[in-house]
């Protein structure tokens, strides 16, 4: 019996983990062939991000991922049928195609954990296989297996496919893409077809952009949830710079890009400095996690063509850096008191930025050296050093 797989997707824009999950599906099931179908409008993600491809973009691209595939096909079956697109109804036009065929229908963890909150989950399961991709995470194989069972006493066929492979998300992939370090994570000819079409923000330039429109573009580039602490640390810093004679227009630049480059995970902070060509110490590649103020600087430097005072501030915001300016001080003081931070000691900080800038960065570097060390982890050889220099200063 031929077996057919069914990947859709809003492929916004297709990368290489949708790529190498296709192979994987053919190949661990042994399928005739896989369609990947982009959708219209998916029903999940009806709030498509600024700058995104048109469906017939996000169509040819996929024409484009896949020109060199034998068995993986794109098809434009939900984009021709117009309107939002309902799995249910793909996979009951798919059956009238292929009645004898064996249809997959692919989903990962999520999806399949809510299956039921699909539109008619019954006629999918009707008309269709299930198979999921799962990674393997703790915690996470319980739930797919309880999921499993339920399903399969309703009637339905699940496959679980362990798909290990490390994969990007969209989201991070257009991050990716204003940073111009994507790259790695397109297929041939992706990228460029991105760019020459200037999609998700590429083909612009980001240099020196004038204030309100930096804040509107660093605002699409953080994790919502970060938000309002930049906003809050751009403003501090800005008040700041008037109290201690910085230049206020730097604090503000600074303090909206110093997380920059935050909403990235460890793996891909080491793509960037790939990407830009930057030797990393023992510490930093140990602890990818502390690279955002590194990575921050050098995106506020190429990508947003920032003055050297602003992104030397962005580099020493985590660890400090001894001889740090005023500005590297107001800032990671900023970052540390902004009005959207709250712990044990934050009043005491606030007090010191503005009565004793030195004391209030001496109690920030003293107060992270101090938790670190309480958790176990390895303090950053700059902390120490700035703190040793900033104690011979007294
Ligand atoms: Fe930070
Ligand atoms: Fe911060």
């Given at each position: ?20 999950a ?6 661990a ?19 498509l ?33 117009g ?20 249809l ?17 989950p019954?006629?999918i399961?009707e ?36 798909n ?10 257009r ?12 297929p ?31 605002v699409?580039?953080?994790?919502p949830?970060?938000?309002a ?8 810093a ?10 206020p ?9 110093h ?53 030397r ?10 001889h740090?300016?005023t ?33 209030a ?22 902390s ?11």
């Amino acid at each position: 019996m031929q077996r057919i797989g069914i990947y859709g997707g809003t492929f916004n824009p297709p990368h290489l983990g949708h790529l190498r999950a296709a192979a994987y599906g053919v190949k661990a099931l042994e399928l005739t062939r896989l369609l990947m179908i982009p959708s219209c409008v998916s029903p999940h993600k009806q709030h498509l991000p600024e700058g995104s491809a048109t469906a017939r973009q996000r169509l040819e691209m996929l024409k484009i991922a896949l020109k060199d595939e034998e068995k993986i096909r794109v098809s434009d079956l939900e984009l021709n049928r117009g309107g939002e697109s309902y799995t249910w109804e793909t996979v009951q036009q798919l059956k009238k195609i292929y009645p004898m065929a064996e249809l997959i229908l692919f989903m990962g963890t999520d999806m399949f954990l809510s299956f039921d909150s699909w539109k008619k989950p019954e006629v999918i399961m009707e008309n269709a296989s299930i198979g999921v991709f799962y990674r393997g995470l703790p915690g996470e194989m319980e739930n797919i297996v309880a999921q499993k069972i339920r399903l399969e006493s309703q009637g339905a066929k699940v496959y679980l496919i362990h798909n290990p492979l490390t994969v990007i998300s969209s989201t991070d992939l257009r991050r990716l893409l204003v940073f111009q370090c994507a790259d790695s994570f397109l297929p041939e000819g992706v990228g460029d077809y991105i760019r020459e079409n200037h999609l998700y923000g590429t083909g612009r330039s980001y240099r020196q952009l004038p204030m309100e429109e930096l804040e509107k573009t660093v605002v699409g580039l953080l994790k919502p949830s970060r938000v309002a602490h930049v906003l809050g640390c751009r403003d501090t810093a800005r008040q700041l710079a008037e109290i201690w004679g910085a230049d206020p227009v730097d604090a503000a630049r600074a303090g909206l890009l110093h997380d920059i480059t935050k909403a990235l995970d460890g793996p891909l902070q080491l793509t960037l400095c790939q990407g830009y060509g930057t030797m990393l110490d023992a510490f930093s590649q140990e602890n990818p996690k502390t690279l955002h103020a590194l990575t921050g600087s050098l995106v506020a430097e190429r990508i947003f063509g920032e003055n050297p005072a602003v992104v030397r501030a962005i580099r020493s915001h985590t660890t400090g850096m001894p001889h740090m300016n005023t500005l590297d001080k107001i800032i990671y003081v900023a970052d540390y008191m902004e009005p959207n931070r709250d712990f044990p000691g934050v009043e005491e900080l606030r007090h010191l930025a503005v009565t004793d800038l030195d004391g209030a960065l001496r109690r920030g570097l003293e107060m992270t050296i101090s938790v670190l060390q309480q958790e176990g982890k390895t303090v950053s050889p700059e902390s120490a050093q700035t703190l040793a220099w900033l104690n011979e200063q007294k």
